[in-house]
């Protein structure tokens, strides 16, 4: 074999190579994304790096639109970044089949000269299942190589198509308990609003009950939130609600309900709480966000004061003076905030008021008609 000849073959085998590394990266990658269940310290880098990529500019630019409109662009960037990474993933695969093609030596036709851009046509067309053209393998190695490239198509398909109803599953459930809050906190929920409509009627106890039942709820979207990050962007039905602000709502309703409620008769409060605060902490850390304390303090002394009379006029016993309420309080709040900011940061969600007057616009109360 001349020199030029080995050098030919040896570019044939490290081309071969390379599409082989291509092709393995984005099935691990697929893989990673779709079947594996993710971890807080894992998660598939071309998709974390695309989402990372394109998500903080179109932040910058939303920072300088309408709410409305800005809520909807941004709204809009979770389904176009799974869309997209689809189509890197599939792109990296008719690449890599068509160089496997190439290394094989492009035996595509009988009798003709096939070009690399022949290679991946003819890739992109097995790997979707369509027409090849007039092209067909003509030797066992490319028979072979459009075979496995037709069977990681189909495979894809099906795995996507299982993937899609799943994650608008999960969405459906954060929605409709987020849309839940809305007449109990308002619009958007705060835990001023929270926790006296639910004592008005019953007391710490009945606001024990109600948070307890959102410790299922915030479990269920810890789990969700971490197997299908894109979940985190896709935003609610309204501008003013968000799942992020549910959480929030719920933290400091939970917050408060331990450190004002005498000893021991809020146990349901207190697992919600620390279930919740689990969660914010894990999807901050997913989303490499570093944990910051929100700037100006969302709960001035005033208002406290203010919320604490509020619970007495309506008849809940109050577990300790001012003083003593503020520092437990505060120790809480600094378990959960600091995550919660540095997510409201990363998603232009913001956070909710600690409180707010009652309000004649909750969402319940109106429609686009008035």
């Given amino acids: 074999m001349s020199s030029s000849g080995a050098v030919t073959a040896l570019v044939h085998v490290i081309v071969g190579v390379l599409g082989g590394l291509l092709i393995g990266l984005m099935i691990l990658e697929i893989f990673l994304a779709f079947l594996v269940p993710q971890r807080v310290r894992r998660g598939p880098r071309i998709v974390r790096s695309v989402r990372d990529f394109g998500w903080r500019p179109l932040r910058r630019l939303a920072r300088r639109m309408p709410d409305r409109a800005a809520d909807t662009m941004l709204g809009l960037y979770g389904p176009l970044s799974l869309v997209f990474n689809l189509a890197l993933w599939m792109l990296g695969l008719v690449i890599g089949y068509a160089a496997l093609q190439w290394a094989g030596g492009s035996h595509l036709a009988a009798g003709a000269d096939v070009s690399f851009g022949h290679d991946v046509y003819f890739s992109a067309a097995t790997l979707v299942s369509s027409g090849t053209g007039g092209l067909s393998a003509q030797t ?52 001023g609003r929270l926790v006296t409509r639910a004592a008005r009627h019953g007391g710490w106890s009945s606001v024990n009950g109600y948070l307890g039942e959102w410790e299922p709820w915030t479990a269920e979207l810890m789990e969700s939130h971490l197997s299908y990050p894109v979940l985190a962007s896709y935003r609610s039905q309204h501008v003013n609600q968000s799942w992020l602000a549910a959480v929030c709502a719920v933290l400091d309703s939970s917050a408060l309900t331990v450190a004002a409620a005498p000893t021991g008769t809020v146990d349901r409060a207190r697992y919600t709480f620390a279930i919740a605060r689990h969660a914010v902490a894990d999807l901050s850390y997913t989303f490499r966000t570093e944990p910051t304390p929100p700037e100006p303090d969302r709960l001035p002394p005033e208002h406290l004061a203010q919320l604490l009379a509020d619970l007495r006029e309506v008849g809940v016993e109050i577990d300790a003076d001012l003083a003593t309420i503020t520092e437990r309080l ?14 409201s940061t990363h998603l232009s969600l913001p956070l909710p008021p600690w409180t707010a007057p009652e309000s004649p616009t909750d969402n319940w109360r109106t429609t686009e008609w008035h």
């Fill in 140 to 191: 066992g190695f490319a028979r072979s190589i459009q075979v496995i490239d037709a069977g990681t198509g189909l495979l894809t398909l099906a795995i996507v198509i299982g993937y899609l109803p799943a994650l608008f599953q999960a969405y459906s459930k954060r929605e409709a308990t987020v849309s839940q809050l809305d007449a109990r906190a308002g619009s958007p929920p705060t835990a």
């Fill in 330 to 343: 505060g120790r809480l709040r600094a378990l959960y905030e600091p995550y919660l900011n540095a997510l």
